[in-house]
């Protein structure tokens, strides 16, 4: 992911976190959660020239991507962890 990338992804995520506070996204329809952050993603748009639709696309791929790239390192920091399962530390 670029930096530009990763800039843009903080930026509706920062804006998520103030206009979702208290929701919990797994009980909060998703087009209510994208409703929320319309105001964030037609002024990116504005700003690059660029159709609404364009930015929430980018916005779902670049998420999805962060969402694989820390589930992956949480697998690996899970399998380091069980690869010393048989180590016990006594007081």
């Known amino acids: ?18 206009v ?20 964030i993603m037609e002024t990116i748009a504005e700003e690059n020239g660029q159709a609404v639709e364009e930015v929430f696309i980018r916005y779902m791929d670049l998420a999805s991507e ?12 899970l399998g380091n962890m069980n690869s010393y399962g048989d180590v016990f530390i006594h007081d």
């Open 20 to 39: 979702l506070e208290g929701i919990d996204p797994q009980k909060t329809q998703v087009g209510f959660q994208l409703e929320k952050l319309k105001p």
């Open 66 to 77: 962060r969402s694989v790239t820390m589930e992956r390192k949480f697998q690996s920091t």
């Open 1 to 18: 992911m670029s930096k530009e990338d990763e800039i843009f992804l903080e930026r509706i995520n920062a804006f998520a976190d103030e």
